[in-house]
């Protein structure tokens, strides 16, 4: 009758009684293991009293031996009496080890679920998201740790750390490319000095958004629509829907918001590394001094065209991350489907960014123009 | 009382895919609290549309499916959330979540449909994993698992927040016979521990003859028949004879 490990104060020892009554589930748990884990002054001996439970569902099952365990650890000396059958299920558990499991933190749930949106809406916890997610892409940079794949920063991690070395690379190269080329051609036109100017407002305005698009569609696009594709294959988006939970909050939104993040992120590197690269180019073949391109880079560069290149990233982002999603959550069920679900998404993506691209230039066009 | 209307109701339902590809017609059923239902039928002729329309999975082209009394069309987000708070699936293909442990799996469940604490949450896993027989399998990522054991978790999934009604999509098929058999005791065991109203699609004469109360066969593009159990052990009809055979008393073959 008794729960183990209690076994103090026998002699002088405090009697608590908390009686129960009627029908016990799941609306009642919390309070129940409210009322027996309840802090108390001393140790005592508790009598939990089931005598007029009618019905004990095992959700409130769980909170009493929840409660219990609490006390028994505190030293309390436990007394459950009522019914035999429950009486005995309930020492029964009580008498199992505690199981310890490694456990996502409610929070996080909670992070990717509904809170999230509530979170976005307000704009002190987006400075504090958009602050720990760079935080956790500079540690991901270097090492790649496992995080359970639905939050947050698990695929911050994926979509924007994984990315650094290829987007560093290309945009080296990119921006190599295009100081030879402008070199070349200005060069011929004896307007070497312009070099800094086309480079710089090419990769700025153009090239390094796009670039990092197309890296993020091909790896992230393709990504996010074969897993939302596979699970639904695998009916885990019906299960959460007959959960109550909605799909697109749970496993778009995560994703989305790691991608509009990151990318913008990813384009400032390729922005500043393929500057470099041009930089490395004009000073060793056409021979330009570096204080000449600093001088003529701020001339010609100014905030404009770094948030213009920053709000195609942003769009870019937006239209692959929901894209690739929509395409993901609406795939047939088989195997092969998943496949086409992916390629779908890639050239949807690829669409979707030139078109993007386009609007953005037409759109800066007329008001240039103007 | 409220129960005498059906706590699973079906109107007048067409069911399909596309409005000229009907599965399903003219389905009317009304499931009442404590029913064991089992859905029967050859395959492709729409048991697992029927579910999905009973779990609002899928839209009916014409009619209405009510759940707990309350018309699944009508519900708004926050409703859907807390009526299906009390319902429990388990999907064929188990739709466990392969990136989370055992664990969490059931966990989320408590954590996304309910406000319970977090120490009622854990002792409620380790409860439920015990119930599946399945002790200490807490922190197993699904893919380590069999096959009979990754369905044990689904149920357990299921069962987590002691749901009104269960529903089951083949829960033994692709088993071997013995392991189906324990399942079909551990089902038998969780539907009267539960006390829930059951409903499944499946084709194990011995989960059949063990638990179910009444038969619906889907047949024909219709509900072909819809009966307790105890009525079709003499029927003559030859779906039934072919799907409940060795249920039914053998008869000359004409
Ligand atoms: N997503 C879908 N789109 C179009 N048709 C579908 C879809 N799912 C099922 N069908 C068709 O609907 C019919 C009923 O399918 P359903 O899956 O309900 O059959 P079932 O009775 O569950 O069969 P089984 O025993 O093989 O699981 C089949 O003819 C099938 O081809
Ligand atoms: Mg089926």
């Known amino acids: 009758m008794t729960a183990p490990g209690a076994h103090r104060q026998r002699g002088n020892a405090r009697e608590e009684r908390i009686p129960f009554s009627g029908s016990l589930g799941i609306a009642q748990a919390n309070q129940i293991y409210g009322a027996i884990a309840a802090e108390h002054a001393a140790a005592s001996r508790l009598i939990v009293d089931l005598e007029g439970v009618t019905q004990l569902g095992r959700v409130a099952e769980a909170a ?21 059958g429950l009486v005995s299920d309930i020492e029964l558990a009580l008498g199992t080890p505690e199981q310890d499991f490694e456990e996502a933190p409610p929070r996080l749930l909670e992070a990717v679920g509904l809170g999230t949106l509530t979170k976005v809406a307000s704009a002190a916890a ?51 490319i295009l100081a030879f080329e402008a070199t ?51 009916q885990e988006v019906d299960a959460l829907r007959t959960m109550g939970i909605d799909p697109v909050e749970y496993l778009v939104l995560p994703r989305a918001l790691s991608l509009i993040l990151t990318t913008p992120m990813l384009t400032i590197m390729a922005m500043a590394i393929g500057l470099l690269g041009a930089i490395l180019v004009a000073i060793l073949f056409a021979h330009l001094d570096l204080a000449l391109f600093y001088y003529r880079l701020v001339e010609a560069v100014d905030l404009n065209d770094l948030v213009f290149g920053l709000s195609k990233s942003l769009v870019f982002a937006t239209t692959t991350s929901l894209s690739a999603a929509a395409v993901g959550l609406s795939s047939g069920s088989s195997a092969s489907d998943v496949g086409r679900a992916t390629t779908h998404a890639v050239v949807l993506g690829i669409f979707l960014l030139v078109v993007c691209d386009a609007l953005f230039t037409f759109f800066s066009g007329v008001s240039h123009g103007r | ?64 499916v009510r759940l707990l009394h309350r018309s699944l069309a ?110 079909s005791l551990l089902i038998q065991h969780l539907g009267s521990e539960l006390g829930a109203t059951m409903v499944m699609i499946t084709h194990d004469v011995d989960l059949i003859h063990a638990i179910a109360t009444r038969v619906v066969i889907v047949g024909g593009g219709e509900i072909h028949v819809d009966a307790p159990l105890d009525a079709l052990r003499e029927s003559s009809d030859p779906l039934v004879r072919g799907l409940l055979g060795q249920l039914i008393a053998p008869r000359a073959v004409s």
């Open chain 1, 184 to 234: 070349r051609q200005l060069g011929d036109l004896g307007a070497k000095a312009l070099v800094p100017d086309v480079v710089g407002l090419s990769l700025i305005r153009e090239f390094a958004p796009l670039m990092c698009a197309v890296v993020v569609i091909a790896r992230n696009g393709a990504a996010i629509a074969s897993e939302l594709a596979s699970m639904r294959a695998g």
């Open chain 1, 126 to 176: 987006l400075l504090q998201m958009a602050a720990s997610s760079s935080a956790a892409a500079l540690r991901f940079a270097f090492r790649r740790v496992h995080l359970p794949r639905h939050s947050l920063r698990y695929n911050i991690a994926l979509m924007g750390a994984d990315a650094v070395g290829i987007v560093g690379l290309l945009a080296a190269l990119l921006g190599m």
């Open chain 2, 74 to 183: 009508s519900l708004n987000k926050e409703e859907r959330s807390q009526l299906f708070a009390r319902i429990g699936v388990v999907f064929q293909h188990n739709a466990l979540f392969t990136d989370m442990s055992v664990a969490e799996n059931l966990a989320m469940v408590a954590y996304q449909t309910s406000q319970l604490r977090k120490e009622v949450v854990r002792e409620l896993v380790s409860l439920r994993l015990r119930s599946v027989g399945l002790p200490g399998f807490e922190s197993r990522r699904p893919d380590q698992l069999s096959g009979g054991q990754r369905k044990r978790v689904a149920f357990a999934r299921a069962i987590m927040l002691d749901p009104e009604i269960l529903f089951c999509d083949e829960p033994t098929a692709g088993l071997d016979p013995l392991t189906a058999g324990k399942l």
């Open chain 2, 1 to 64: 009382m409220a129960d005498e209307l059906g706590i699973v109701q079906l109107h007048a339902l067409r069911l399909g895919y596309s409005p000229s590809k009907v599965v399903l017609d003219h389905v009317d059923l009304s499931i009442r609290r404590g029913d064991v239902v089992a859905i029967l039928g050859s395959s492709g002729e729409g048991k697992t549309t029927l579910l999905q329309a009973m779990l609002g999975l899928i839209a009916p082209l014409s009619g209405e």
């Open chain 1, 64 to 84: 009493i031996v929840a409660a219990c365990r609490v006390r028994v650890r505190r030293g309390d000396f436990i007394h459950i009496v009522g019914a035999q």
